[in-house]
């Protein structure tokens, strides 16, 4: 019986060993070129509680205050880049999937925080758009990233911007959210708008998207002051309200773990933390012990088919990529899984003896 149980143990560690393998690649260099470095992660909480550290967390560094971060085709070649602002320094960054290769730097911004990539104006090519909080506007900006489609002006300290269908009729619209007046807005490309929200004293990160995964787009918006985000749908009806979540600011709705339900990201820049939760409200995973997290964003950003999550922290970017999450759920259930085995062998050789 107990070489039965062994046969079965090795078997487990011998498939768990392989897919580990092929997950990290054996005898792999870790990455190191220029700005980019692979460390643990500071993943604290998982759904099953299983995880304790995720050692393919991939950080860009040498940034200058990164605020805003967002995935998607900005240069409409059919591949993502993610585009990244810099709040000190004043400018957007467009950034390819290995961190180093700048494809357009956008200058001369002022204090560029929320930053959204999409077909703003409908014309099947996307712009990105970018709030300057000290500018007291939004800017729209072609993928030449120069030419200006649409600037929203008399603002007071925008912090949010998205692009999205936010009410499904197969056109995009823009959310705004703006701190100095605690409005958020959705307006169209010509700016009439269709849905605003007052009294969000704490405004701060929008995402459009399919929140509960009814296949309708709805509007996340984060309020610091009160710790909450809520979701509205197009009809302007409150779907969810998310609390307890400190001082959130910056959020992502997507699918995170790639499972086929969408997910959404939080960050809470106080407290250091990053949170994914589903619709819900169940947290999915949470990262701790960060540096000042602001933006976040989920999106297939190196172009493999799946989603990673990326949130910016001060100075760098860090990437979690989800499959480094359920390999280590691998080693836990091979771990709870041999645990098992040897308590079974245990107890039946102290029946037969």
């Known amino acids: 019986m107990f070489g039965r149980a062994l046969r079965v143990s090795v ?44 050692p393919n967390e991939t950080q860009w560094l040498g940034f200058n205050n990164a605020q805003g971060i967002a995935v998607g085709d900005f240069n409409n070649d059919g591949l993502n880049e993610t585009a990244i602002s810099e709040g000190a320094a004043g400018i957007v960054l467009i950034v390819k999937s290995d961190g180093t290769t700048v494809l357009k ?103 459009i998207g399919d929140f509960d995964n009814d296949h309708l787009n709805e509007i996340a918006f984060a309020d610091a002051s009160t710790g909450r985000v809520y979701v509205y749908n197009s009809n302007g009806t409150l779907v969810k309200m998310l609390t307890g979540l400190g001082h959130p600011e910056g959020l992502a709705i ?44 989920i999106g297939d950003y190196n172009n493999d088919g799946r989603n990673a999550l990326l949130f910016t922290e001060d100075n760098e970017v860090t990437i979690v990529p989800e499959f480094a999450v359920l390999t280590w759920l691998l080693v836990a259930t091979t771990v709870s899984l041999l645990v098992a085995v040897g308590k079974k062998s245990l107890a039946r050789g102290k029946v037969k003896s």
């Open 11 to 54: 078997a487990i560690v011998a498939i768990s060993v392989f897919l580990i393998g092929l997950t990290f690649g054996f005898g792999a260099a870790k990455a190191s070129v220029n700005s980019v470095v692979v460390h643990e992660s500071r993943l604290s909480v998982s759904a099953e509680s299983l995880v304790s550290s995720d």
């Open 254 to 297: 997507g699918d995170y773990n790639n499972d086929g339900l969408n997910d959404i990201a939080v960050t809470d820049p106080i407290a250091g933390t990053v949170t994914v939760l589903n619709s819900n409200g169940t947290i999915v995973a949470q990262w701790t012990g960060l540096d000042s997290p602001t933006g976040v964003a």
């Open 105 to 207: 730097q956008l200058s001369g911004l002022e204090n560029p925080f929320g930053v959204s990539i999409g077909d703003f104006n409908n014309d099947g090519l996307n712009e990105i758009a970018i709030a300057e909080s000290n500018g007291s506007r939004v800017t729209v900006v072609k993928s030449d990233g120069t030419t200006i489609v649409k600037q929203f002006l008399g603002l007071q300290n925008p912090r949010g911007v998205a692009i999205g269908d936010f009410n499904n009729d197969g056109l995009n619209e823009i959310a705004i959210s703006d701190r100095g007046t605690g409005t958020v807005w959705v307006l169209k490309p010509d700016g009439t708008v269709i849905q605003k929200w007052t009294g969000v004293t704490g405004a701060g990160g929008v995402a």
